[in-house]
């Protein structure tokens, strides 16, 4: 594993993958977003934390087309991009997780990867008769799974009210880790789960990164953070409090900057990236995103 | 599970074995969850056996064909009633919206009203079934209304429509198009009298069969049923959804009318008063889950076909038909609550 100080030439010539510049959303008189910045860095986890109201799902939703920005630019790689839906962010490789466990539960595993991007069979079947690839669809969800490392989901035909809480969480992300090609966002992936359960989706996430792909991780969850983040954005009063390291801040003071007892000054911070990415190859474009039956 | 990892290993694995272990009735309720109309099928070749046993005249040819002939209008009716039943909704106007386009293709082909040729009145009946489905599907998604409470409206809407333009009046026998008594034709299979009806009948039930379970429209109408916030954050458009289920409905709901007209010889106003509830009755003892997300289109064939079994039952062993609505009353309440208890299963 590389370290940053042999590879700075390397990192600074990094662009960030998703960049917000000067954010600002209200609703009515509440000010949920003044003036926020942010940047995800190719490769690496970013995890978002911060009080309640602090705006950490507000900006989020500004980058993901959940919400239109009253002000300020959003950029991927370094372009300008507008997005108005989700459905704009999801097309652009931008895909989310969501705490509430959003997959349906009579349906199996692969209907669910697939769900609203079903691929179709060649040919006639295809074109005229409209009928799915079921199979060929369960043998992508399938190779996913295992190029995620989940191990203990075998059989794709499997409804997944059968699962458990962390085996349906493992799926929503095996979904989004399938079509996102560029960033994968996890919001409170893990607060509906136990420990054991837990501790897989943390897996997932460091496979993901392992893969090359950037993430972010909204958590309320300290630990988990410091477990699997390389740079930590401290959200305060609608904007960045502060940008700090796992290795350089302790659990008690990312409180304390959460809560605005610690100042962090600027130069302290680690408003770049720290990670090499890995490259980017193999199963994470396998081409599940190729062609899907719209 | 095997008996011999307990005896290798004690503590977890002992734990594990009794995880893993099921009774009778749990294996009963994880089959019964994958094969939903396992249980109305079952139901249907003892209710045939039983009346096969105690009227003589129960298991003939020419009964079973008169059956399906009694199967025809509700089992084509129950087929858009199990598409709305599987998104999690409920139509109480399917009924009216049938005998309201039976007026319609009676009507606009008989020389005193528009004396259209009768394929193009049948044709427009089918649209005007379209619309009326369209106009439940836009009512509930755009007012976000319960489907039960516009239906509920749309139900009273209809039926005065269908008044207010028939004056009351029958379309006899004689009066009719040839193409609109087409489905009533028999075709006799040695002793076994099919009518087209049962086939169109047929033909509709293997392509809502087919499309529901091979077409990308069929996943998402099971998803919305479902979870319709899970189908909305995968990117599906849940109201377009409803919007196209309501109308495909209400096209089939014209295609039974046509069975109807068919069926009886003729169009009256004042036909398929509980059409609507027997299309439900059929849909539910099917195993079709009225929570939405659950069921199969064979399972509300097999369910019409219990219903009609029962009624032909009685009435050849001699009891009183009060016996039919009793049974089928105790079938909904065990079906909903078997749906219930299947729900509950973990593989």
Redesign the interface.
């Known amino acids: 594993m590389s370290t940053p100080t042999d590879t700075s030439s390397a990192l600074s010539r990094l662009t960030p993958v998703l960049e917000g510049i000067g954010l600002v959303k209200t609703y009515g008189r509440v000010v949920a977003l003044d003036g926020a910045d942010f940047a995800l860095y190719p490769g690496e986890v970013l995890a978002v934390i911060g009080d309640n109201g602090a705006g950490k799902s507000s900006m989020i939703k500004a980058m993901s087309g959940a919400e239109i920005p009253d002000q300020g630019t959003v950029r991927m790689d370094g372009q300008e991009v507008n997005f108005t839906r989700p459905s704009e962010a999801r097309a652009a490789g931008i895909e989310t997780v969501y705490q509430s466990l959003a997959v349906a539960p009579a349906l199996d595993i692969a209907s669910n990867m697939f769900l609203g991007r079903e691929e179709r069979k060649p040919g006639l079947l295809g074109s005229v008769f409209r009928m799915l690839d079921g199979s060929g669809m369960r043998n992508k969800a399938k190779e996913q799974m295992t190029s995620l490392g989940i191990g203990t989901l075998q059989n794709m035909g499997q409804a997944v009210e059968t699962l458990s809480g962390g085996q349906r969480q493992a799926v929503s992300v095996a979904r989004a880790a399938a079509f996102g090609h560029k960033v994968i966002i996890l919001d409170e992936p893990t607060a509906a789960l136990g420990v054991r359960e837990s501790a897989q989706v943390l897996q997932l996430i460091k496979n993901l990164r392992d893969k090359g792909m950037p993430v972010i991780l909204i958590s309320h969850n300290m630990p988990q953070v410091f477990e699997v983040a390389d740079r930590i954005h401290v959200q305060r009063l609608g904007r960045r409090g502060a940008v700090i390291t796992p290795q350089s801040v302790s659990i008690t003071d990312v409180v304390a900057i959460m809560t605005g007892a610690l100042q962090v000054p600027i130069e302290e911070q680690t408003l770049g990236p720290v990670r090499v990415p890995a490259t980017q190859e193999g199963p994470i474009k396998s081409g599940l995103e190729e062609a899907s039956a719209g | 599970m095997s008996e011999t990892t307990t005896a290798t290993s004690a503590g977890y694995d002992a734990a594990e074995e009794f995880l893993g272990r099921q009774s009778g009735l749990q294996r009963l309720q994880t089959v019964l969850?994958g094969y939903p109309w396992l249980s109305p099928a079952s139901v249907l070749i003892l209710a045939t056996v039983i009346f096969a046993l105690v009227a003589p005249n129960f298991a003939t040819l020419g009964n079973f064909g008169t059956i399906t002939q009694q199967t025809a209008v509700i089992g084509t009716l129950a087929i858009g009633q199990t598409l709305i039943i599987l998104t999690a909704g409920i139509d109480l106007s399917c009924g009216a919206i049938m005998v309201f386009t039976s007026m319609v293709m009676a009507k606009t082909a008989m020389e005193s009203g528009m004396n259209l040729p009768g394929g193009l009145a049948l044709l427009l009946g089918l649209l005007v079934g379209g619309l009326a489905g369209l106009v439940n599907g836009l009512l509930i998604t755009r007012l976000s209304l319960p489907p039960f409470i516009v239906t509920l409206g749309t139900l009273g809407i209809f039926t005065s429509l269908t008044l207010l333009y028939a004056t009351g009046r029958t379309v006899r026998s004689r009066e009719l198009a040839p193409v609109l008594k087409w489905l009533g034709k028999g075709l006799d299979l040695g002793g076994f009298t099919i009518t087209t009806g049962v086939l169109v009948m047929i033909a509709l039930y293997a392509v809502l069969a087919?499309v529901l379970r091979?077409?990308?429209?069929g996943?998402?109408v099971?998803?919305v049923g479902?979870?319709p916030?899970?189908?909305r954050?995968?990117?599906?458009q849940v109201s377009r959804v409803l919007v196209s289920v309501y109308t495909v409905a209400g096209l089939i709901f014209a295609v039974a009318s046509w069975v109807l007209i068919g069926r009886v010889g003729a169009a009256s106003p004042n036909s398929g008063i509980d059409a609507n509830l027997d299309s439900i009755t059929a849909v539910v003892i099917g195993g079709t889950s009225l929570f939405g997300?659950?069921g199969r289109v064979v399972g509300t064939l097999i369910g019409a076909l219990i219903v009609s079994v029962v009624e032909s039952g009685l009435s050849i062993a001699g009891l009183d038909q009060a016996y039919k609505r009793l049974a089928i009353g105790v079938l909904i309440i065990v079906a909903v609550a078997a749906d219930q208890w299947i729900r509950r299963?973990?593989?």
């Open positions: 969850h087919y091979y077409t990308a429209w996943t998402h099971y998803a479902d979870d916030d899970a189908a954050l995968a990117g599906i997300g659950r299963a973990r593989a």
